[in-house]
């Protein structure tokens, strides 16, 4: 079975195709329940389902998904069973435990076989958080190891280096430096071949070395192999030129701007891209090493090449140092041979050591330099004879002069020892530290050399490398935190130490900024950088050198606190927090004001794994932002009762329309003047089968939040208009009155609003001009210019607008004079105490006066008392609404009121 998700509100996961889900799952109700939650969380996806273990590893071997969703129990085998499965697999993707049977203690026992994560059927509103955190763990776990990879490549080219360097130092032998190179680099690069290719007696340059590839096994790539020793090509002459300069061939595509004969050649040898590298010392030009790509062409990269240069040097020195050795022993050939072959073993040594990139030390057996190549000046900036007959301790970095004397008491009781490459500090003349790699031999009984041999490649730069990577994959590039990876390394560190050591407590601080993409999305990405870079300057204000402050990525922060005794003290770090972010941000020569919403989690509730804390941290941060933003709620088991009744009211209210449960109550608006009925406002009711009637201040909060409220909106408008048209009909013989529609910002935002209207409209037979629309001051002050643009088109309809809440807000008087408005309502909370309060009473006449100049109406909301209805009849006021005159009654009510000619208002 597969399906696709339809698309919800903004998605958890920031991803260019939908995830691919993998459910284990027997039951058709959680499978939907499942979905639902995902699809709630605004998550774009698809997914199969399967419920044996045939199925399972048979859509495991054909298809790639981003993660399991498994059930524990299944008709033939369980979680566990399918978690193995997964392991066998090539698969590395998270695997999270969906059971409503399953036991803490079984849980727990799952997440040490190796699961991700687990999540009970009763609590499925955290499978979103929950599946979205471990997709972004496997993402920064394979970014970790792209680093690793990354290193490890570094090493292994270096050790290809070396094993050619080793070579040359420990047998200066062409016929077996020169095969070593080219079956290395054929390896390392992996080409289709690799040549080198130096001068015969006639100074025509043909190919004497082969990567053995070519060569090992009778087979047709062996004949090939074979046939090209020898041979005279003309690439070589071609550009022997630039070889003989120095310079590289680098030819990635063998096309038309080729000479055709070297076409010719490369069609003939199936060449798709070639480089060429000289070997070449001191200006002499001694042949070259060639790389072929027959089966694709390839875009030769920096650091291929460069590796090769380093590479075709080290054989150039080789090639040139033994042409001095054979010229030697022409030479010596004439006079006596003992004598004449200790000079030019004498010769060979000393060209290879002085000529050496790396640094060449003897000591004696009192561990005193008696030999330093050159090269100790160059890398060092010693001149040798200062450090002759010094001990080598004076130059090591303390901390590493244990373990270098270990190794040298090694190699001095087992001469024929060999050891790792050993890796020390060493001090230069500048007093500075650089890092060497040191290869050492036991020479002392050697009567040529009488000492202990080092051989000291400088690797700083390589360690240097090798940190940063290291630093890179746990640590936010953007502020320098520690990122999720590390910050869940120390949160489980801290609920170890907590299980050692008793009364260890710690808290988990979850930051995250208000209104931060307002200000990323007003200002620019390049400021809202540098907003957070300051606000993470501004935590280190509250740092203590115990804690951990961490960047889990945009807005998020969190705070590791430690060694603590009481919930009070991560509360006054909260309020700390709280009191730094009062003083403005200066970014880019702007003032900005930033706030927090900060979530506490105690880890007096004994948690077992790190991402449970960080989620009732997370879970009590939405609840500072809920109530208001700018502080901080410290974590309630309680919350989590709430978090899954707001997921249920949520997926029952996403069908709440089809099921018929939401009902249209009516509030009438009264002629304060007349006593007449003007209008009514059309409120919605939800009828819940299990829960009875939910209040508006409970639903129309989550339709806001999750996009509901589009269609909420679209529904009570409709429904409004169906009943405003109905009255019409069944009593004709009564004053007209309109009908007032509350209509969100995201809905009055809508492209296609105006012509939804039209359809209501059309469809229901009601004039606009029967019809009030209720917006608030927020829909202005987002988007003026779509908003003044909208109400036009309304105006051009003959449909009112009313101004809500007027009072609550910004209550700008420019937008009365620019925004064609009908009507203001004025808050239900400045007229509920108007008797005992003077200064609403002020704000009342100040708007009444403002409106009448204006030439706009009144309406006040919330009349309870004839005394407040005398009141705003004494101001002018043109209309109340409150339940003075009716509370919200359903149209059957409010039709008997309409009709019953003794009633009075």
Same mark, same amino acid.
């Given at each position: ?7 919800g509100?903004?998605p958890?996961?920031k ?5 691919k ?21 605004g998550?774009?996806?698809t997914?199969?389902? /399967?419920?044996?273990s ?10 790639s ?23 066998e697999?090539?698969q ?12 803490e203690e079984g ?13 009970l ?9 929950v ?5 972004e763990?496997f ?13 490890q490549?570094?090493?292994?080219r ?24 080219v ?6 690069? *992996?080409?289709?071949?690799c ?5 015969d007696?006639?100074q ?9 590839e ?7 790539s ?14 070589y002459?071609h ?6 300069k ?14 055709p ?7 003939t040898?199936q ?5 060429l ?13 060639a790389?072929h ?15 090769? =240069?380093t590479?075709?040097d080290?054989c150039?020195?080789?090639i ?8 030697a ?16 073993s ?13 640094i060449i030390v003897i000591?004696?057996?009192?561990l ?14 010693y001149?040798s004879?200062?450090?002759m ?18 190794a040298?008491?090694r ?24 890092i ?8 002392l ?28 994959a746990l640590h ?7 990122n ?19 009364g ?14 307002l200000l ?9 950088d ?6 993470a ?6 740092r203590?050198?115990?804690?951990t402050?961490a960047?889990?990525g945009?807005?998020?922060f969190v ?7 009481k ?6 770090v ?25 979530g ?7 948690y077992q ?7 009732d ?15 901080y ?22 069908r ?6 939401? /009902?249209?109550?009516?509030q ?13 406002e059309?409120l919605v009711?939800?009828r819940?089968?299990?829960? @009875? ?7 129309i ?6 996009g ?6 679209q ?7 169906? *009943? ?18 509350n209509l969100?910002?995201r ?11 039209d359809s209501?409209?059309n469809?229901t037979?009601?004039?606009? =001009? ?11 002050i987002?988007?003026p ?8 088109q ?9 101004l809500?809440?007027?009072g609550?807000g910004?209550?700008?008087l420019g937008?009365?004079?620019r ?16 008797? *005992?309060n ?10 009444i006066t403002?409106a009448?100049?204006? @030439?706009?109406?009144v ?16 101001? @002018?006021?043109h209309? @109340? ?5 009716s ?8 039709s008997?009121?309409?009709?019953? =000619?003794?009633?009075t208002?």
């Open positions: 079975m597969s399906e696709r998700s339809p698309l509100a903004q958890l996961l991803k260019s195709s939908p995830l889900l993998l459910i284990l799952e027997d039951l058709r109700e959680d499978i939907e329940l499942i979905v639902l939650s995902l699809q709630t969380a998550l774009i996806f997914y199969d389902v /399967v419920e044996t045939a199925l399972y590893h048979k859509y495991l071997q054909e298809n998904y981003d993660a399991v969703l498994a059930d524990y129990r299944l008709p033939e085998f369980n979680g566990l069973t399918a978690f193995r499965l997964l392991q697999s090539t590395e993707i998270p695997f999270i435990l969906v059971t409503g049977s399953l036991g849980a727990v026992e799952c997440l040490r076989a190796g699961m991700t994560d687990y999540v059927k009763e609590r499925l509103f955290r499978l979103p958080t599946l979205s955190r471990a997709l763990e993402e920064l776990r394979r970014q970790r190891q792209e680093a690793i990879d990354q290193i490549a570094t090493a292994k270096e050790a290809i280096i070396n094993r050619i360097v080793q070579a040359i130092r420990e047998k200066l032998e062409l016929e077996i430096i020169l095969p070593t190179t079956n290395e680099l054929h390896q390392a690069l *992996q080409v289709s071949r040549i080198i290719f130096q001068p007696l006639e025509q340059m043909r190919i004497q070395y082969v990567s053995a070519l060569v090992r096994s009778p087979s047709e062996t004949r090939e192999g074979h046939s090209l020793l020898g041979i005279y090509c003309n690439f002459r550009y022997g030129a630039d070889l003989a120095g310079e590289a061939v680098v030819i990635n595509k063998i096309d038309d701007h080729l000479p004969e070297l076409q010719a050649i490369a069609r040898y060449v798709r891209s070639l480089l590298i000289p070997l070449l010392y001191q200006q002499c030009y001694l042949g070259g090493i790389l790509q027959c089966d694709y062409q390839r875009e030769w990269t920096d650091n291929e090449i460069a590796l090769v =240069k590479i075709a080290h150039a020195i080789a040139h140092h033994t042409q001095l050795y054979q010229q022993q022409t030479e010596l050939a004439q006079r006596q041979r003992v004598e004449m072959t200790l000079r030019q004498e010769r060979r040594f000393r060209a290879l050591i002085e000529n050496a990139a790396d000591l004696d057996a009192q005193r330099f008696s030999y330093l190549s050159p090269s100790v000046e160059r890398i060092l900036g001149h004879h200062e450090l007959h010094t001990s080598i301790f004076t130059l090591i970095h303390p901390d590493e002069a244990a373990e270098f004397t270990k040298l008491n190699i001095i009781e087992n001469p024929a020892t060999t050891l790792n490459p050993l890796e020390y500090r060493i001090r230069t003349y500048h007093n500075t530290w650089l060497v790699e040191t290869l050492l031999s036991n020479l009984n050697d009567p040529c050399v009488q000492g202990i041999v080092l051989n000291c490649h400088e690797i700083t730069q390589r360690k240097q490398i090798e940190a940063q990577l290291r630093h890179d936010d590039t953007l502020t320098g935190f520690p999720r990876a590390l910050l869940m390394d120390r949160l489980a560190q801290a609920i170890k130490r907590e299980k050692r050591r008793f260890s407590n710690f808290a988990v601080l979850f930051l995250d900024l208000d209104r931060f993409k990323n999305d007003s200002l620019g990405h390049l400021i809202g540098e907003l957070l870079v300051a606000f300057e501004r935590l280190q204000q509250v203590r050198s115990t804690d402050i960047r889990l945009g807005d998020e705070i590791l606190l430690e060694d603590l005794c919930v009070e003290e991560a509360i006054l909260a309020e700390r927090i709280n009191q730094v972010l009062s003083s403005s941000f200066i970014i880019d020569q702007q003032e900005v004001f930033i706030t927090a919403s900060i506490v989690a105690f880890s007096a509730y004994r794994q790190p991402a449970q804390i960080l989620r941290a997370d879970t009590a941060m939405y609840y500072a932002k809920n109530r208001g933003r700018a502080r709620e410290v974590f309630d088991p309680s919350m989590h009762i709430h978090a899954l009744r707001q997921l249920h009211l949520e997926n029952d209210l996403r709440a329309i089809e099921r018929d449960e939401l /009902v249209v109550y009516y009438p608006i009264i002629s304060l003047t007349t006593g007449s009925l003007q209008g009514v059309a009711r939800w819940h089968p299990q829960q @009875g009637m939910v209040s508006p201040a409970e639903f909060p989550i339709a806001e939040e999750t509901l409220i589009v269609a909420l909106d529904w009570v408008l409709n429904a409004a208009c169906e *009943q405003m048209r109905l009255w019409q009909q069944e009593y004709p013989y009564l004053e007209p009155i309109t009908v007032s529609v969100s910002g809905q009055f935002s809508q492209p296609d609003l105006i012509k939804k209207i209501i409209l469809q037979g009601l004039e606009g =001009k029967y019809l009030k629309l209720e917006i608030t001051e927020t829909v202005l987002e988007n210019n779509s908003a003044a643009e909208m109400l036009q309304l105006i051009e309809r003959k449909i009112q607008v009313c809500d809440d007027f609550t910004y209550s700008s937008y009365l004079h925004f064609p408005l009908d009507i203001l309502k004025i808050d239900r909370s400045f007229v509920s105490n108007i008797e *005992q003077r200064s609403n009473s002020s704000i009342i006449r100040t708007i403002l009448r100049e204006l @030439g706009i109406r309406i006040a909301e919330g009349v309870e008392t004839q005394e407040q209805r005398l009141f705003l009849q004494s101001l @002018g006021c209309y @109340g609404q409150g339940y003075w005159f509370p919200p009654i359903d149209s059957t009510k409010l008997n009121l309409m009709t019953n =000619k003794l009633h208002w």
